[in-house]
């Protein structure tokens, strides 16, 4: 979908990039500060470049060098795993404060009417609840499929399979299209 958005918008290939590069998040010097280990405190601040966290999510979108959106992939999300998604995405958000963030699921079991694919989701309570506490993320979530996740009706197997049309994938790359233009 993410090719098919920058076809539509007619750009040159070689101007879009995507990988899943881990990106530097450094230490936050105020957390030194606060140490109440002088040693410690010391020891980091002289070696501060090396305090670093790695963060990644499932696909990076560089255009011209920059990054300018990330997209995290599931089967299906949950709000357990909507908060390591949040966290991911805020950290991201540090290093590129305009980043664009993305969740496309197969199926969703974030309650609400994620699972009922209106062009603009009102979303769920509790997803919103987690949502407000990293207010520096503006997450986009995208179903694929309708339908609440079902487990004992896993989509990938003969019979249990969940039809996806075109309508919702074209919707799929104009929101894309839309936040790369």
Request: proline share 4%; with cysteine.
């Amino acid at each position: 979908m993410l090719r098919l958005a920058w076809k539509q918008l007619k750009r040159e290939d070689r101007r879009l990039v995507t990988n899943k590069e881990k990106v530097p998040v450094p230490i936050k010097e105020e957390y030194i500060q606060a140490m109440t280990s002088q040693k410690l405190r010391s020891h980091m601040l002289a070696h501060m470049d090396d305090y670093q966290y790695r963060a990644s999510v499932d696909k990076h979108v560089w255009v011209d060098g920059q990054l300018v959106a990330a997209i995290e992939r599931k089967a299906y999300a949950e709000n357990a795993m909507m908060k390591r998604i949040l966290v991911d995405f805020y950290l991201l958000r540090t290093v590129y404060p305009d980043l664009k963030c993305f969740l496309f699921q197969m199926e969703s079991q974030l309650g609400g009417d994620y699972s009922e694919l209106p062009l603009h989701p009102m979303g769920s309570r509790p997803t919103h609840t987690l949502m407000s506490y990293f207010g520096d993320v503006d997450l986009t979530v995208f179903t694929l499929l309708r339908g609440e996740r079902n487990i004992e009706r896993p989509i990938h197997k003969t019979g249990f399979f969940k039809p996806l049309t075109r309508e919702i994938v074209q919707r799929g790359v104009d929101l894309l299209a839309g936040a790369l233009s």
